[in-house]
T-cell receptor, first 114, second 113 residues
Framework: DSGVTQTPKHLITATGQRVTLRCSPR?????VYWYQQSLDQGLQFLIQ???????AKGNILERFSAQQFPDLHSELNLSSLELGDSALYFC?????????????FGPGTRLTVL | DQQVKQNSPSLSVQEGRISILNCDYT??????FLWYKKYPAEGPTFLIS?????DKNEDGRFTVFLNKSAKHLSLHIVPSQPGDSAVYFC????????????FGTGTRLTIIP
């Protein structure tokens, strides 16, 4: 158990819909990262927040957005969903921002868009 | 553009033998490399890392080797145990201090009892 929690575990929705994925980092961790893993692909970095502020951005679609709240939990919002958005979405946290700060991953949310 | 490549999708190794997982990268700006292990229905777990100023790092049964001139790294597991069966991801950081991890596509390791 990494100490990072993600809800829900599974999500099934239809195209065009909007969903929110939630992540609670390990106690004391200030950084939260979001990754997407599509079928047979590696994890693709989406976005990172550090202590409430956006810190780094990857290839995140404009239809996706995220935020980190004062209690340090984070939410990833996915809107106008398409079939290709079906994937595993992982959240990770670390104490520091970047460098050798080990990222601890949650169990992921499996999103299925029908 | 796959900057971190793991060309072997799967690998089977006899228990007790050495497992060698390979990873190649194309971006010479990467200066820190990590290996993560992933079991089904779980998130990746950090295993071992290496800075580009080193060519070897060892932690128990796990050793990572880095060949910068070849832009190649490998993870050696010896002796291999059934609990090592998992998917292994290689990842790289650019400009130590940058937050973005670039992952390979993973290698599924199966240890045969």
């Amino acid at each position: 158990d990494s100490g990072v929690t993600q809800t829900p575990k599974h999500l099934i929705t239809a195209t065009g819909q909007r969903v929110t994925l939630r992540c609670s980092p390990r106690s004391g961790d200030l950084s939260v990262y979001w990754y997407q893993q599509s079928l047979d692909q590696g994890l693709q970095f989406l976005i990172q927040y550090y202590n409430g502020e956006e810190r780094a951005k990857g290839n995140i679609l404009e239809r996706f957005s995220a935020q980190q709240f004062p209690d340090l939990h984070s939410e990833l919002n996915l809107s106008s969903l398409e079939l290709g958005d079906s994937a595993l979405y992982f959240c990770a946290s670390s104490v520091v921002s970047g460098g050798a700060g080990t990222q601890y991953f949650g169990p992921g949310t499996r999103l299925t868009v029908l | 553009d796959q900057q971190v490549k793991q060309n072997s999708p799967s690998l089977s190794v006899q228990e007790g033998r050495i497992s060698i997982l390979n990873c190649d990268y194309t971006n010479s700006m990467f200066d820190y490399f990590l290996w993560y292990k992933k079991y089904p229905a779980e998130g990746p777990t950090f295993l071992i890392s290496i800075s580009s100023i080193k060519d070897k790092n060892e932690d128990g049964r796990f050793t990572v080797f880095l060949n910068k001139s070849a832009k190649h790294l490998s993870l050696h597991i010896v002796p291999s145990q059934p609990g090592d069966s998992a998917v292994y991801f290689c990842a790289a950081l650019k400009n130590f201090g940058n937050e973005k991890l670039t992952f390979g596509t993973g290698t599924r390791l199966t240890i045969i009892p």
